[in-house]
Each structure stands twice: as structure tokens, then as C-alpha cells.
């Protein structure tokens, strides 16, 4: 890593923004990945109606990738397939309905499937404005960005034998710490931004222990900068207005995450990565987790999952 991308990503602000974006792609080779990197295989990206989900979507199917669109309402996700196909014409997109925050709905959505899977992107994400729980009683952020994931991973473990899971997260997590004694957010004044950090810094945290257990499928969390999406312009209004010139395209803030889905030889399982390259999981002392609280929020997350508990 440059001191420049050093200097870039800890000044955070231009790191983020379009500016950090466009500086280091200029040390990127043009043929990474290659333009046919995904010829004749399957990738899943949930959260695939719009902003980095759709432009995530357009990236891989333009490497070759049979891609699986996961929405919630597969009727309102047709004008985005619509543009995705004008987009590359040629790709085979396919619409698959399935709400993440809903662990019967992704048992269902999981036992549909039968086919290898080469990457398995979890980009689905909310930010509720009060505290509002799954159809099983979590919280949603978690229920969205963790409980679902784990689930979804662990049923198609048999149709991704070597594939890449990747997590979608948020520079944001840097601000929070690991909820281990309260991850369902039961207790405080809840905040959206707040339990979306949350959320993301759990991610972040669970990596490299998910890497551990599925090798040698390969995981990564990566956070795309400040990318002007829908969901931003929704959750955070008074952000986008004071941010808009900084902003990111979907494309720009989707690029690491099709990188990691097709770059060859696969990069180091079990990071955390931003504009392709691994970056610190913290930068402030006070947020930094012992080991114990890592495994006690893994146990509660798998437990809440419906996942069986690891032997040891």
C-alpha cells in the first residue's frame, strides 16, 4: 500500500469519496479482472433492485456471470432488470424474490437452488428509523445484514465448495464497537445510523471466523466509500445534500466487490477490504474486541440463525 492510499484512507474524506475512487485506479491494470472471468458461471447478489446491488450486478454479468438478482418484491425490481439487460445484453440475468431478514423465507429461497455457485454477494441493507423487528422477532439490521447472511452462506455451503462470499459493509462500522452484550439493540436510545454501524461492524468482526469455517471458500467484508445510492439519499438526506459533489457512482463504490468476486488467484480469505486493498478493521482504540466477545456474538448470532453450534 502507497503512502498516498495510506494517507487517502485514514484522512477518510477524500479517501471515501470519488476523489480516493479515481487516484487509485490509476495503479490498477486494465485486465484485472479479466473480461471473461466469469464466462459460464453463477454468481448471487442480493439486494440487487438498485444502487450498489444493481451496479454490482452490471459489473459481474459484464465478466460473464449468469447473475441471480435476490429482492424482496420481484414485481418491482422489473424496471431495474429492464436497464440491466440494456446494459449488457447478452448477460442472463435471473429474478429471484426472497426478503433476507426472513430466515423461513431464506430456507425456502435456498432449497430452490441446485446449481454451483462461484460467489455469493450479501449486499442487502437497511436502516429502519425506529426499532423494528424481523418476521422471527430480531432486530432488523441485524436480521438483514447478519442473521440472514449466516444462513443463506451455510445452506448453499454444498453449492460453494471454493467459491467467494462477500459482505457488503459500511465505513461506518469504524465508529461503533461490537455489541456483544446487546445485539439485538434492546437497550439505549435506537438509532438507524447507529444499528446499521452496528450491524456492520459485526460483519467485519465475524469474517475471518466464517473464512476459517468454510475454507477454502474464500470470504471478505469490504466497504465501498461514500457511493450515491438510493438507499443513501433515503436514510441519510442531510449526508447526501452536504456530500453530493464527493459522492461515488454505484459503479465506482461496487468496483472492490466485483474484484474480489472475480480477480484471479483469489485474494487473502478472511480481510477486510476497501478500493482493492485490505484495510484496518479499526481505527480507534475504544471500538477495538477481545477475542471472547468475537465468539460470544458468533454463538449468539448462529443460535439466533438457527444454526447448530460449532463442536470446541
Not at 456471470?65 to 446494459?87: F, I, N, Q, S, Y
Not at 432449497?111 to 428509523?129: F, T
Request: hydrophobic residues 35%; charged residues 20%.
Amino acid at each position: 500500500m502507497s503512502v498516498l492510499d495510506t494517507l487517502l484512507d485514514r484522512t477518510v474524506i477524500p479517501g471515501y469519496s470519488k476523489l480516493g475512487y479515481r487516484l487509485r485506479r490509476r495503479n490498477w491494470p486494465d485486465n484485472d479482472p479479466a473480461r471473461d472471468a466469469l464466462q459460464g458461471k453463477t454468481v448471487v447478489v442480493t439486494g440487487a433492485r438498485s444502487g450498489l446491488g444493481k451496479a454490482t450486478a452490471s459489473g459481474l454479468a459484464g465478466l460473464g456471470a449468469t447473475v441471480r438478482l435476490v429482492v424482496r418484491d420481484a414485481g418491482k425490481a422489473a424496471g431495474a432488470v429492464a436497464e440491466l439487460r440494456g446494459e449488457v445484453p447478452d448477460a442472463r440475468f435471473v429474478v429471484d424474490e426472497c426478503d433476507i431478514s426472513d430466515l423461513d423465507a431464506v430456507r425456502r429461497y435456498a432449497g430452490g437452488l441446485s446449481e454451483p455457485i462461484h460467489a455469493l454477494i450479501h449486499n442487502a441493507g437497511v436502516m429502519p428509523p425506529k426499532r423494528t423487528e424481523s418476521p422471527q422477532g430480531h432486530e432488523l439490521t441485524l436480521a438483514t445484514h447478519v442473521l440472514g447472511p449466516l444462513l443463506l452462506t451455510e445452506l448453499l455451503k454444498p453449492l460453494l465448495v471454493n467459491g467467494r462470499v462477500i459482505f457488503v459493509a459500511s465505513g461506518g462500522m469504524y465508529t461503533q464497537q461490537l455489541p456483544a452484550d446487546d445485539p439485538e439493540y434492546r437497550h439505549g436510545t435506537y438509532r438507524g445510523a447507529t444499528a446499521y454501524a452496528r450491524s456492520k461492524r459485526i460483519q467485519v468482526a465475524l469474517t475471518p471466523l466464517l473464512a476459517t469455517e468454510l475454507a477454502p471458500t474464500f470470504v471478505a467484508t469490504m466497504h465501498p466509500g461514500w457511493s450515491e445510492t438510493p438507499g443513501l439519499t433515503d436514510s441519510l438526506p442531510g449526508f447526501t445534500r452536504l456530500t453530493k459533489h464527493l459522492l461515488r457512482t454505484p459503479a465506482e463504490g461496487a468496483d472492490t466487490t466485483i474484484w474480489l468476486a472475480a480477480t484471479e488467484p483469489k485474494p487473502p480469505t478472511g480481510q477486510f477490504w476497501h478500493d482493492r486493498e485490505p484495510r484496518p478493521t479499526h481505527y480507534l482504540t475504544r471500538t477495538q474486541e477481545p477475542e471472547a466477545d468475537r465468539r460470544k456474538i458468533w454463538a449468539h448470532c448462529r443460535a439466533a440463525a438457527g444454526l447448530q453450534p460449532q463442536a470446541g
